[in-house]
């Protein structure tokens, strides 16, 4: 499978922890599935925070179990602390993202913890990691890094300082995150071309909110300078419950609609992800889901990359 | 005002001619003089086609009368041929935009002329201008420029051909339109620099639909190969009677918000938009109406360009 780009469905974990319903772990196994056969190359399964803090993720493990057995996939989970590392890296996950919130409030609120201390959660998770017999990825996942809904504007010297510091205390890879859709293009640009200046292509991807309608715009900025790894959620369900207003992951849909009719290559097949949208909308009928092209279908002749 | 970019607002054209209701005359002017005082410097106020076709537009000479009054707008209209033309000339227009379906099956199903056809109405809509004391600009609008329902693929080198021949049937300017919204960001910047190599800055604008969400995507790959007019459309009104499936325009309020976010200077009030917005709400309550900002309110700290 040739790829230009890779695609990383956050909605299993993103999109869950978000709705008050809890999807049951077969149904979340189902979906998994369905997302890894449409050709999605990494999927965030689920999240190692207390059980009785998001019961949503409480399977995470299993969950974890069960997607280390579909062929090819990248098993990615979210860690808030080095207890959680311990725990994905117990499960065997392929991946970790460690969020470090570049606003001090966010932080405070999301995590209980300053962006500094985060940065120590991030050195004890690489040293337990050097310690395992896992390898796994550690990625920092700066969030609120192009604007906060408590704090309003971000400072990108602030960004590119705890990108240094997550390298430093020994991150493998920054991912930058529009946690509150408060991006623009033109500043995506100038943060990543400001990241990359210091830590070159450790800087990976980007995950992109829809809250104000610009996250296709902000994914195309992203591509135009050189970003190849995107987050996105199916149905673009998700958010941040410490992000008031902050609603919708891009749509993996739509974003993987625009790439391939750009001629741009995902690898993965719209007709079976439309078939694993099924499994959410009829999980959880009350919903908002989000997607333009599942709305009104793909255009006439239309030819993927 | 310095401006970087001029918005041309075609709601009270494209929005009010898809919807089944018909706006009262004082409304619309109500509406049009929202959208001038909120600072739009275009826009397209009707359209001269047969009132019997479209009662929406039958007030169009009335409300070219009234659009003048206002200070420094620039008050458009569309006319389908020449008898429109000539009406359109003798109510004062400022600019004329005259539709031209790159689309063979598009154009006999919207104006029942084939393309090259329309040309003649162009050249003959030249020779009315060139006779009259006013001389309103004449835009060729290249509609289903980038994809039709119908026809599916559209080709690049038919566009170019019927721009060629629109300027030298006499347009003054060539505006491209996705009319179906099946353009994408890559397209939208080949068929451009396509264009513009044959006429130059003959090239002025964009109309983009949102009909797959890529519409502000496309309008940031637009601005990227140096367009600076685009056209768009109030709470996403308009689409297109003769392309099933395409429904509404760029919304004016979220664009607004996308190049302001970016530095770009449209001239436009985002409060005062709001304000105009609450008088199409208010006459249609049971219309769907789009946009994000409109949704979710401006991020906190916002500063405009």
């Known amino acids: 499978m040739t790829r230009d780009v890779e695609i990383c469905e956050v909605g299993p974990r993103d999109g869950l922890q978000m709705l008050k319903g809890i999807m049951p772990t077969e149904r979340k196994k189902a979906w998994i599935a369905a997302l890894a056969a449409a050709g999605l190359p990494e999927i965030e399964v689920g ?34 602390n080095a207890k959680g590392t311990a725990r994905a890296i117990e499960a065997g996950a392929h991946k970790i993202t460690m969020p470090l919130s570049v606003s001090r409030s966010h932080s405070m ?11 120590e959660e991030i050195r004890e998770s690489s040293r337990l990691r050097g310690e395992a017999l896992s390898q796994p990825v550690i990625e ?13 504007r ?26 509150t859709g408060m991006a623009n293009p033109q500043q995506i640009k100038q943060v990543i071309t400001d990241v990359r200046r ?21 994914a195309l900025a992203a591509y135009d300078v050189g970003i190849r790894t995107f987050d996105s959620s199916q149905a673009g369900l998700g958010g941040c419950p410490y992000a ?16 391939e009719s750009m001629g741009v290559r995902t690898g993965i097949d719209l007709d079976r992800l439309a078939e694993a949208r099924r499994i959410v909308t009829a999980a959880f009928p009350g919903e908002t889901v989000y997607g333009h092209v599942p709305a009104v279908g793909l255009p006439k002749n239309f030819i993927p990359a």
Chains 1, 2 share one sequence.
């Open 244 to 259: 008031p207003g902050a609603s919708g992951n891009v749509v993996t849909e739509d974003l993987v609609y625009m790439l």
């Open 109 to 119: 609120a999301n995590v209980r913890k300053t962006p500094d201390e985060m940065i």
């Open 154 to 179: 971000i400072s990108g010297s602030e960004v590119v300082r705890l990108a240094v510091a997550a390298i430093a205390a020994g991150a493998d890879e920054i991912g930058l995150a529009d946690t």
């Open 198 to 218: 210091e830590i070159g292509d450790r800087l990976t991807g980007v995950h992109l909110h829809n809250t104000y309608g610009l996250g296709l715009a902000n």
């Open 47 to 80: 999240s190692f925070v207390p059980p009785k803090l998001l019961p949503q993720m409480a399977d995470a493990s299993e969950i974890v179990a069960y997607a280390r057995t579909l062929p090819g996939l990248e098993v990615a989970v979210l860690a808030p």
């Open 140 to 152: 920092a996942g700066l969030s609120t890094a192009f604007g906060c809904t408590i704090e309003g």
